[in-house]
């Protein structure tokens, strides 16, 4: 990839394979170890698609469609539980198509990951409110330490 950025890299060649920054994605993308295949959207993107998209702020995240809206989605990653609104067209670079782990491809066409991806979802309430209550002492931590 060089020096471009990911756009450029998604512009030049249709696709981004890259390394995960992050654990906002597990337990599907595994920080440092998976790769993501990502290529250039085709037409609006669907509930359950993962988007490579930039905030107005630069950053860069990668997380799952919960809702798709007229004018924009409803984001959150599989290991957040606060949902993220207002990412538009605009803001999407790419779409995740794939992910190797362990040296084996796994394709978001696959069964499994299907699966996975319905059940990680539907089930949003239960995960957002394991997660929620997972990170209270965290949170508890944080405060007192200000």
Known sequence: MGNSTFE?????????????????MMPLIRQHKD???IESPKGRCRKYDVPLY????GQYVLHRILKVRKEDY???GDHRWQREYGITDRHIIGVLSAVVRDGKTIAVTDWRYRLYTHL??????????ILYLKSLPWRI???LGR
């Open 8 to 24: 450029e890299e998604i512009q030049r060649t249709g696709r981004l394979v890259y390394t995960n920054v992050g654990d906002s």
């Open 35 to 37: 790769l993501m295949i």
């Open 54 to 57: 930039k905030r107005d702020n």
């Open 74 to 76: 409803v984001i959150c």
């Open 120 to 129: 990680w979802c539907d089930l949003f309430a239960v995960r957002a409110s």
């Open 141 to 143: 931590r944080r405060k």
